[in-house]
Structure formats: structure tokens, C-alpha cells
């Protein structure tokens, strides 16, 4: 089946330190990916929807400077967390579609835990 | 409002037995679709099952099915002879598809259910 790798698992990182993750579509090409978040024992939110070759479409709320996103090719987008403070501490976590095919389920990657200290 | 309801907090079943894990959603676009997905405490989303608004039939995947009462909008997932590795959160999702072709393309995601099998 289909298969989303994201990295970094972990981030631990001092205030004000940039960190970037990377979400991979390994056997298929994805044209859209989309960034959530997940705070603890909450529900995943929607943060943005990663287009390729164009600009990102993010979600109300989410500020755009503060979280950068980038598409670069049809199996690599990454999320960038600019001049992170604690209240970024996080689980991040992408997901991917093999098509543009409604019933087609998203992939997910394994996602990213980020502790800002 | 929510357009995602999942009522259940919390549940505690015996291994062996079914278990029903509540979703109701909110909608006013006439496609959509509907998909359960699984989190273990390691993190990772595992997708289970998946209903379209015009199915006419109730999805099933092994173990996994979905009770499908479009009238009511909700979209209730069945396990059946549940397992201890069925502990997880469970989490209900949406895709609306607006037929101006335009709208959010992401999931939208319920509160999720935390499922405990007993042994």
C-alpha cells in the first residue's frame, strides 16, 4: 500500500530555533499533501493543504510566516516551524492521496513530535 | 458547530465482544465522504474504513464495519470479536466535496474515541 515518510520522529530544540519536517510519498506521486496538528489527548486540525508548484492554502488561524511550507516536487513537502517558542511544542503530522479520487483514503506519515524548551 | 461528533470519550470492552463506536456529522453537501482511522499511543494514523455519501451499502473491511444511516448522518463504526491490540484512539473524519468544486480538501477530524480492551 501507500506509503508517507516524515521526518524527523522527534525535535527537541531551544526557543527560537527554526525546524523543519519532511513529509515523502515513497511509492506514489502527490500532488496534495496536507499538514496537521495534534495537541495531547486532542483531535488532529487541520493546519494547511500543500499544493505542488504553488502556494500553500492554509487554514484559519495558522499563521502563514510562522509556519512555512513548501511543495517542491510531486513527493516531497516540508513544514517549516519558524522561531519556535514552547507554545509550538506539538505533534505534527502529514498525510497524502495516491489520487484525486474522493474515496481514496489519505496516507499518513508516522508524524513528528516537536518539544520546544 | 461541530461537524464531527464522537460522543464516546472514553469505552472499556471485553476482548471478544463488539464493540460500536459512535459518529454523527454535519453537513450540507450532498457528496462526502466518511472514514475511520485508528492512533495507538505510538502516534502513527491507520485507516480503516471508508463510506461515500451515495454508497448504498454499509462498507465492511475484515473485522471492520460501518453503520451508515444517511437520514440520521451518522456513520457508527462496528468491530467485531474485538482484540487487545484494538486498543487505540479512534478518530471519525470527513471530506466534503462542495459541488462548486471548490472548499477544504482536508479531513476533518471528530474528538476521537480512546478504545481499552479487556483481557
Known amino acids: 500500500g501507500a506509503v508517507v515518510s516524515q521526518h524527523p520522529s522527534w525535535v527537541i530544540c531551544k526557543s527560537g530555533t527554526s525546524v523543519k519536517i519532511e513529509c515523502r510519498s515513497l511509492?506514489?506521486?502527490?500532488?496534495?499533501m496536507f499538514w496537521y496538528r495534534q495537541f495531547p489527548k486532542q483531535s488532529l486540525m487541520l493546519m494547511a493543504t500543500?499544493?505542488?508548484?504553488?502556494?500553500?492554502?492554509?487554514e484559519q488561524g495558522v499563521e502563514k510566516d510562522k509556519f512555512l511550507i513548501n511543495h517542491a516536487s510531486l513527493t516531497l513537502s516540508t513544514l517549516t516551524v519558524t522561531s519556535a517558542h514552547p507554545e509550538d511544542s506539538s505533534f505534527y503530522i502529514c498525510?497524502?492521496?495516491?489520487?484525486?479520487?474522493?474515496?481514496?483514503?489519505?496516507?499518513f506519515g508516522d508524524g513528528t513530535r516537536l518539544s520546544i524548551l | 458547530a461541530q461537524k464531527i461528533t464522537q460522543t464516546q470519550p472514553g469505552m472499556f470492552v471485553q476482548e471478544k465482544e463488539a464493540v460500536t463506536l459512535d459518529c454523527t456529522y454535519d453537513?450540507?453537501?450532498?457528496?462526502?465522504?466518511l472514514f475511520w482511522y485508528k492512533q495507538p499511543s505510538s502516534g502513527e494514523m491507520i485507516f480503516l474504513i471508508y463510506?461515500?455519501?451515495?454508497?448504498?451499502q454499509n462498507a465492511t473491511e475484515g473485522r471492520y464495519s460501518l453503520n451508515f444511516q444517511k437520514a440520521r448522518k451518522s456513520a457508527n463504526l462496528v468491530i467485531s470479536a474485538s482484540q487487545l491490540g484494538d486498543s487505540a484512539m479512534y478518530f471519525c473524519?470527513?471530506?466534503?466535496?462542495?459541488?462548486?468544486?471548490?472548499?477544504?480538501?482536508?479531513?476533518?477530524f471528530g474528538k476521537g474515541t480512546h478504545l481499552i480492551i479487556q483481557p
Open positions: 498525510s497524502a492521496r495516491e489520487a484525486e479520487i474522493s474515496n481514496q483514503p489519505q496516507h
Open positions: 473524519a470527513m471530506r466534503e466535496l462542495p459541488s462548486s468544486g471548490g472548499g477544504a480538501d482536508g479531513l476533518t
Open positions: 511509492d506514489f506521486q502527490a500532488t496534495t
Open positions: 463510506q461515500g455519501s451515495y454508497d448504498q
Open positions: 453537513t450540507s453537501d450532498p457528496s462526502y465522504g
Open positions: 500543500s499544493n505542488e508548484g504553488s502556494k500553500a492554502t492554509y
